[in-house]
């Protein structure tokens, strides 16, 4: 009977694997892995990296919004469910290793998959989905009390306000009054972007020829930061803006503001640059004759916090770069660079801009 | 008696032969000397080859929309070219040839006496050259759409008189003399340099049917920026490039401030060529004004007509001049350096109505007047 001495000698090679195995205790990190500090170093601070993300002015955690808040309280229902759920079908493994193997009755063994397999995660879902419904026509249902239109560009925000006085253009920085519901009139001129502000509500696609809608309303002052969320190009990771809630009063005063045509020259010199450099094809200056479209409107630029559509702070230094090669800060920004700018005229077109109140 | 063909046998057949042909090669046995002909096999064989050829190349093309092959203006633009570039080798109306191009092989066709090829083919052959034969390709990279005009003037040549070839090649502003036989390197007759220029751009500077631009009123600094990238070969023009290269510095400087001092009085709203687009002007004035955020153009006017900006004037030019160049334009940088790289993403996302509507708006006399008003 050879081929049983075979298959004996066979099934012995594994069970005496196994016993070298379960000599090592099995939750001891590997050999290898405990030696190298290095990887250990990294996995911590990439964990670390991983929950410094769950606070701040990125988080959906935060609550600024009220859409916000109602998604924060759908991610704890489901995280607790789920958590249910999870130690449910673990206890059930376990028992099912630990029992002894014993026949069943067939039509009791079809009942538990059809009930735990079929019945359970079909109800479980639907009440998902019509929980996610009710919400989604909460972010997106009422009467808004204010409108701003924002179009996602290759790769910045136009963000238009309009006002009895006539229309604000700015961009990658949205002023929202606190308490107030306002609805996001998104599009797009090129291709596919995605509005996120996570601390204050949902995410929405912004599609180039469609406008869809995202209502907000921020019960939390501050800045919160936004990025789009759809990858868009080249520069899609440095495709971010902010979102600056402020108190109803402080709001009206910053929109009159923004309405009324630029603040006299801080730099003679510097509007003469402006105008004859010909940023003025694509940039408006309301008052001054530059009316270009193209880019973003620079009548209230030293009103904003950051340039390069949120990820540099509006320095004079940032600005001098940006200007000379946008390219180097930006790879794939569409502005073209103005090396050949005089030290003597950078200095005055930097006066002129930063003085842009 | 049976050949059998084996490895053996194919291995040492093409060995002989590579050794026969590189024999053949060194030891050089066929006479390349340009005063023996061709054995006429050999000749046939060649110059049906290149006919050929350009058949197959030329499969189905046909000049652009914008390009009317029976517009006078492109046939003066292509006799004028003809004159500088190519009579020389292949004459021109009562003019015969030098006798030292006579003594090239192949011979360079003398074409007032040739039945013209398709249009599409003297297009092909005048950009691209032909290799062996001493046929130059255009000097212009890129700029195919110029040899539309000598494709165009070559169309019509073997029934052109000598009177209308002088009229169309000279322009109605020099007559110069009648000449017997064309001196060798030179042009078919005495032109000045300042006859050079001013038989395209006019001697009032205001251009000829929008075919060369106008000069007068642009300041001497574009000029003279513009003939040394000519020189240069930074802007490409199989038509201005051969004209700019021989003149000294001093020359340049020269015409580029007499043309600049030239009053700017272009005709007002100048009769559009049957073949290019109708345009809006209110739309041209738009985008020349505002730019358009959609599709990321720059406003024309943030840099042309700009007191101190470089960018030339471009309000009272001509449309087919602005459409040719916008078109170029919309492919890329035309000149070295960072305006030009403005330019060109200013212009990138053009569409061809766009283009119809800004010639339409820059060629009336609205955007010369509010141009006018700003450039002193």
């Known amino acids: 009977m050879r081929f049983h001495a075979e298959v004996s000698a066979q099934g012995g090679g594994p069970r005496r694997d196994l016993g070298v195995v379960s000599e090592r205790k099995p939750w001891a990190a590997p050999a290898a892995f405990r030696q190298n500090r290095l990887r250990r170093i990294a996995a911590f601070s990439i964990c670390a990296l991983l929950l410094g993300g769950c606070e701040g002015a990125h988080s959906m955690l935060e609550g600024a919004g009220t859409g916000a808040a109602a998604v924060e309280r759908l991610f704890w229902v489901m995280l607790a469910a789920a958590a ?82 006539g229309d604000v253009s700015t961009a990658n920085e949205i002023r929202l009054p606190l308490g107030q519901t306002v609805e996001l009139s998104l599009t797009s001129t090129d291709v596919i972007h995605s509005f996120w502000a996570p601390a204050l509500g949902g995410k929405m696609d ?28 080249t520069a899609h990771a440095q495709m971010r803006f902010e979102i600056v809630v402020l108190p109803p009063e402080e709001f009206e005063t910053w929109l009159a503001a923004e309405a009324r045509p630029a603040a006299p020259a801080a730099s003679a010199d510097g509007q003469q640059v402006f105008l004859t450099a010909g940023c003025g094809a694509c940039h408006a200056v309301r008052g001054t004759g530059a009316a270009g479209t193209a880019g973003p409107d620079l009548t209230h630029l030293a009103a904003r916090a950051t340039i390069a559509s949120g990820i540099l702070p509006l320095t004079r230094e940032q600005l001098r770069a940006w200007i000379d090669d946008p390219d180097a800060v930006k790879p794939g920004a569409l502005m073209p660079a103005f090396p050949d700018l005089a030290p003597a005229q950078m200095e005055a077109l930097l006066d002129y801009l930063t003085g842009l109140t | 008696m049976i050949l059998r063909v084996t490895w053996r046998r194919a291995v040492a057949a093409l060995g002989a032969l590579l050794v026969a042909a590189f024999a053949f090669w060194w030891v050089a046995p066929y006479d390349i000397s340009a005063r023996v002909p061709h054995w006429r096999i050999f000749g046939e064989a060649l110059h049906g080859y290149m006919n050929n050829a350009v058949r197959l190349r030329t499969l189905g093309v046909r000049p652009p929309p914008q390009v009317d092959l029976d517009d006078p203006a492109l046939l003066r633009l292509g006799a004028s070219h003809f004159l500088t570039g190519c009579a020389t080798c292949h004459g021109a109306p009562g003019v015969e040839r030098n006798p030292i191009v006579q003594m090239m092989n192949p011979e360079a066709p003398y074409l007032p006496d ?86 395209c751009h006019g001697s009032d500077g205001l251009g000829r ?63 559009r060529p049957a073949a290019l687009a109708q345009g809006d002007a209110a739309q041209g004035e738009r985008l020349a004004r505002q730019g358009d955020p959609a599709r990321n153009i720059g406003a024309c006017l943030g840099c042309h007509g700009q007191p101190g900006n470089p960018a030339p004037r471009i309000a009272g030019q001509h449309p087919r001049f602005l459409a040719d160049w916008l078109r170029l334009w919309r492919t890329g940088p035309q000149a070295p350096g960072p305006h030009a790289e403005r330019m060109a993403a200013a212009v990138r996302m053009l ?8 010639t339409t708006y820059f060629a009336g006399s609205d955007s010369t007047a509010a141009t006018v008003a700003r450039v002193p």
Request: charged share 20%; hydrophobic share 45%.
């Open chain 1, 84 to 165: 249910v759920i999870w130690a449910g079908i673990m206890a059930l493994a376990f028992h099912a290793a630990r029992i002894k193997a014993q026949p069943e009755r067939e039509d009791t063994a079809e009942k538990f998959v059809l009930l735990g397999g079929v019945v359970f995660p079909t109800v479980t879902l639907i009440a998902l989905l019509i929980a996610g419904m009710l919400l989604l026509r909460g972010m997106i249902g009422g009467e808004p009390d204010l409108h701003v239109a924002v179009e996602g560009e290759q790769w910045w925000w136009r963000v238009d306000y309009r006002t009895p006085d």
């Open chain 1, 206 to 233: 912004m599609i180039p020829g469609r406008t869809t809608t995202l209502k907000l309303t921020p019960v939390e002052a501050g800045r919160w930061g936004g990025v789009c969320a759809e990858f868009c190009g």
């Open chain 2, 351 to 358: 569409s061809d109505q766009d283009i119809a509507d800004l």
């Open chain 2, 209 to 271: 049917d929008g075919t060369a631009p106008q000069l007068a009123g642009q300041t001497a600094a574009y000029l003279r920026r513009a003939l040394g990238n000519y020189a240069g070969n930074h802007r490409q023009s199989g038509i201005m490039e051969p004209m700019a290269a021989p003149l000294t510095d001093s020359q340049r400087d020269k015409l580029a401030v007499y043309f600049a001092a030239l009053p700017f009085a272009p005709p007002p709203d100048p009769p």
């Open chain 2, 114 to 199: 040739v039945q013209p090829r398709r249009p599409a083919a003297l297009h092909w052959i005048t950009y691209n050259g032909i290799k062996y034969t001493g046929m130059p390709g255009w000097t212009g990279e890129g700029r195919e759409d110029e040899a539309w005009a000598v494709a165009a003037f070559l169309a019509k040549l073997p029934e052109m008189t000598e009177e209308t070839f002088r009229a169309l090649a000279f322009g109605s502003t020099l007559a110069p003399a009648p000449v017997s036989a064309i001196p060798f390197g030179q042009h078919s007759g005495a032109l000045t340099t300042f006859g050079g220029c001013v038989r």
